[in-house]
């Protein structure tokens, strides 16, 4: 295990983690970009190490940018879906954490349904845990990758205004986004039907838009979350149709914002949902850079846990 | 007949007759014999001196779960017994969610049998409300109180009909018992983990609103009212449900509640880091909650004070938030913190806080003790209200460990605990 001097050991969320320690993340980030568009894009920062990528629950977009992440780095990853292992017969968290503790690895990456899984790992293993996203609480690498993209955009994050828009309630994206904003300056607005916003959620510092309308007169940039489509069927909300109609973000709705707003999505999109197709296509969406910088600061997160030298500014060179 | 005790020199606390005297009090014949000065005794007599301790009628919890019979590798009637006896509790009532369901005569028959083949503290079974507590068929109530039942619950099962608890109370006055509810509107709380609030909202974990409670025991009262039916009202949390109760009582409704422990002691930022051992329904409410049961315990708004006592394996507790089931051991840490939360605190006088924790809950299931009073079981705990000590969960006598209060730091606790004349248990042995 590896106590990262300026992270500790384990990634669980944003919330622990102080505007010094969020910079610097960001700030390993920018060479590890460059690592991406190289010819080989490899360099040897963890060479040696073993990193399991254990997914309890489906994901494309975050298990793959953590593999690509992993691989550019040179560490031995493993990649382990819930199903087809040990834990689909019924073997508990704490029974995996110890076995996979037993085979003396390095690193763990866990996507979990339950909020809380990453750091329930993280107390019980001497490996280096890092949250790909637990329940309804955090996804740390997403708010990272979230604020990098702002800060490409905007040159800085204090003063910007971000709102945050959809299914707050139970987005692990959104309580990500609102720590890490927040830390570094920036004002939240969160937005969605009432339904869908979190008990007390101005205590976090952030501020309610009632209406759509509200949060695009107001905002510099959106960050639209995805609607689980099971929503409608837990009764938070009628339709997906009357969703569109009430809380989507329309090039309609847009075109009366007093500025040009930056538009941001964690994906997987509906498209016509909560964000229309020439909203997501526009050309002041970034989704694609959003997932371009999901690698790099998965690079970063993953170089500094190791215990990474933080100034360190040419990634090709050997100083892991 | 067991050897008379002679208890020598200590603080007698009887809230049933207002006493508070240094004393002597003499058991004879598993009854209190006198309460007096200089009283002599038999020769063959167990004479303890027991001067600068309280002595004071056993204590009654009217809220435990003892999981025998169906659940024994948690706890049984004996060792949930033996728990409750070095908690200073002379008789705990047994909450009916076993497997198979306490929910017919034979079912209550055999806790007091495993509870007299125990011999340690009293147990008091509650029967079902309704049949497998499923909410729809009355159980036998006559049968289940001739077998030894003292109030009726379907405790973790709230009863969701209201027509089923109209029923309840009506026919449970035909046997002079209480309707014990666990109120939770099950609508609005499927699903939660813990309270609804700014705790739950950072934990990312799914929240219960103080409303769930509300609004069943506004409906428990309405319903009491309705039919001049006992309602005791189980495991109070909520500032609202405090109010709900104080206005019932003020217009004379025959409503009677209780509050646990680590309501009045701890808030939701006991689940922070997910500690499951601070996982349990009703949840940890917010300091306001807190704040107000303890005022309601002080002013009589809330009767007494229960465990709760939910014993659970350490295997379901080292689980995932969401998964581990609810609930924490209550037995032998109840009076310390009672002590040092409430006595200490500034809220409770010591007699006052044994009012809560005997006299008052056997007026209101109707039970023997809570009362030195000549003739009265030779139920009597013996307790050191300045003991200091830290709570060490391997070191109870309930099979489970499953308690957020370890290594915290208490005021007060039980050093004898003496039932229908005997000792069962004494911390110097």
């Known amino acids: ?320 | 007949m067991s050897r008379p005790i002679l208890l020598t020199g200590g603080r007698v606390l009887d809230p049933s007759r207002g006493v508070d005297q240094v004393a002597d009090v003499y058991l004879d014949g598993g009854k209190v014999a006198s309460v007096g000065q200089g009283i002599a005794g038999a020769d063959g007599a167990l004479r303890l001196d027991v001067r600068g301790k309280v002595v004071a009628p056993g204590l009654i919890d009217l809220h435990t779960h003892l999981r025998e019979p169906g659940q024994e590798e948690l706890e049984t009637v004996a060792s949930g017994a033996m728990a409750a006896a070095a908690g200073g509790f002379s008789a705990v009532c047994a909450m009916p969610n076993t497997d198979p369901v306490t929910d017919n005569q034979a079912a209550v028959g055999f806790i007091v049998s495993q509870a007299q083949r125990a011999g340690k503290a009293r147990v008091y079974p509650i029967g079902a409300i309704s049949v497998g507590q499923k909410g729809q068929q009355l159980a036998e109530f006559g049968e289940l109180v001739g077998a030894g039942a003292v109030a009726v619950s379907d405790d973790g099962k709230p009863v969701m009909s209201s027509h089923l608890m109209r029923t309840a109370l009506e026919y449970a006055q035909v046997f002079g018992i209480p309707v014990a509810d666990h109120c939770e509107d099950l609508t609005l709380a499927q699903g939660g983990a813990m309270h609804e609030g700014i705790v739950s909202t950072r934990l990312g974990l799914k929240g219960i609103p103080s409303a769930a409670e509300e609004i069943m025991v506004a409906r428990d009262i309405i319903l009491a009212e309705l039919t001049g039916g006992h309602v005791h009202l189980c495991h109070m949390s909520t500032r609202g449900s405090v109010e709900l109760i104080r206005r019932a009582k003020d217009r004379g409704v025959r409503v009677t509640a209780e509050a646990c422990p680590h309501h009045f002691t701890l808030t939701h930022h006991a689940c922070e880091a997910y500690d499951t051992n601070a996982k349990m329904n009703p949840p940890l409410r917010e300091e306001a909650d807190r704040e107000a049961v303890r005022q309601a315990l002080r002013d009589g708004t809330i009767d007494v004070i229960a465990t709760d006592h939910a014993p659970h394996h350490y295997d379901a507790k080292e689980r995932e938030f969401d998964d581990a089931p609810n609930g924490i051991i209550g037995l032998e840490t109840a009076l310390g913190l009672a002590i040092t939360e409430l006595v200490c605190g500034g809220l409770l006088t010591l007699p006052e806080l044994i009012a809560r924790m005997s006299t008052l809950p056997a007026r209101i299931f109707n039970l023997p003790g809570g009362t030195l009073a000549p003739g009265a079981p030779a139920d009597v705990v013996v307790l050191d209200p300045e003991a200091q000590w830290e709570v060490h969960p391997d070191a109870f006598f309930s099979k489970s460990r499953n308690t957020p209060f370890a290594g915290r730091r208490l005021t007060g606790r039980a050093d004898l605990t003496i039932v229908r004349g005997q000792v069962v248990f004494d911390r110097q042995a």
């Open chain 1, 1 to 320: 295990m590896t106590r990262s001097a300026v992270l500790g050991k384990d990634l669980t969320g944003l919330e622990p983690l102080d505007a010094d320690q969020l910079r610097l993340i960001l700030d390993t980030a920018e060479p590890f970009k460059e690592v991406s568009e190289r010819p080989i894009k490899k360099v040897p920062a963890l060479r040696g190490k073993t990193i399991v990528n254990l997914f309890f629950e489906a994901s494309t977009r975050t298990r793959i940018s953590f593999e690509f992440a992993e691989k550019r780095l040179s560490a031995d990853t493993v990649n382990v879906a819930a199903s087809g292992s040990s834990v689909s017969k019924g073997e508990t968290l704490v029974d995996t954490a110890r076995n996979l503790e037993a085979m003396r690895i390095d690193m763990v990456v866990i996507r979990h349904g339950a909020s809380g899984a990453a750091q329930f790992l993280g107390d019980r293993i001497r490996s280096n845990v890092v949250n790909a996203g637990d329940g309804k609480h955090e996804h740390p690498t997403q708010g990272l990758l979230d604020l990098l993209t702002l800060r490409d955009r905007f040159g800085k994050l204090a003063g910007l205004k971000v709102a945050i828009c959809g299914d707050v309630l139970h987005s692990r994206v959104a309580r990500s986004n609102i720590w890490g904003l927040t830390k570094l300056g920036a004002e939240v607005g969160v937005c969605g039907p009432p339904t869908l916003l979190p008990r007390d959620v101005r205590e976090l510092g952030v501020t309610v838009l009632p209406r759509i309308e509200d949060a695009i007169a107001w905002a510099d940039a959106l960050n639209i979350l995805r609607l689980q489509l099971e929503r409608m069927q837990a009764g938070f909300i009628p339709s997906l149709r009357e969703y569109n109609r009430v809380f989507g973000v329309s090039r309609e709705r847009l075109a009366r914002a007093p500025k040009d707003l930056l538009i941001m999505h964690p994906g997987p999109m509906n498209r016509g949902v909560e964000i229309d197709s020439d909203v997501a296509d526009g050309e002041h969406s970034v989704i694609l850079p959003q997932v371009t910088n999901g690698v790099a600061v998965r690079m970063a997160v993953l170089y500094l846990l190791a215990g990474g030298s933080p100034d360190w500014h040419h990634p090709g060179g050997d100083h892991a």
